[in-house]
């Protein structure tokens, strides 16, 4: 049975899937600060990047790149928030440059500034920040799950 979260590309199909949890959370904090609070752009997008940050680190470290209990947590946060940081500035230049050099609006120059970042991200997160052993597949299955060759040894 073919799924999508086995072959070549799962790892960037998961990024993906955390990467938009993340960027609706960013973007909603961003929004309301912004917009509808007045609060300076890039006060505003330092806290919701920070909330976004927070859960981009926990998914993508249990999800995305198949790391999961204590042992490796302190490294992984460190080599994240080296990432993280170099991401948060480019997207805060970007976000500047796209607001006050291109004159868009915060939240037009918020989303095109993120969405540059997010290859970026991709590529420093799995070459560095969850650098490790490959997750198996099993390890990606629901608690329980079973695969196809699980139950082929079954039945033997």
């Known amino acids: 049975m073919f ?12 990024y993906g899937v955390v990467g938009a949890l993340a960027a609706c959370l ?11 609070l007045n609060v300076w752009y890039l006060f505003a997008h330092s806290v919701s990047r920070g909330l976004g940050g927070m859960v981009n680190f926990t ?4 999800w995305t790149f198949g790391h999961r ?4 947590r302190w490294p992984d946060l460190t080599r994240f928030a080296i990432v993280y940081l170099f991401s948060y500035g480019g997207s805060s230049g970007l976000l500047w440059f796209f607001h006050e050099a291109v004159q868009l609006g915060p939240m037009s120059a918020k989303l095109v500034a993120e969405g540059t970042m997010f290859i970026f991200n991709f ?3 799995r070459a560095w920040a969850f ?6 597949t099993a390890s990606l299955r629901p608690y329980g799950a079973a695969s196809h060759a699980d139950w082929r040894s079954l039945r033997r």
Not at 59 to 62: E, F, S
């Open 3 to 14: 799924s999508i979260w086995e072959g070549p590309l799962p790892s960037f199909l998961r």
């Open 26 to 36: 960013d973007v909603t904090v961003f929004f309301l600060l912004s917009v509808w």
């Open 59 to 62: 998914l993508n470290r249990a």
């Open 69 to 72: 209990g204590p042992a490796g």
């Open 123 to 125: 590529l420093a997160l």
């Open 131 to 136: 650098r490790g052993v490959a997750p198996s």
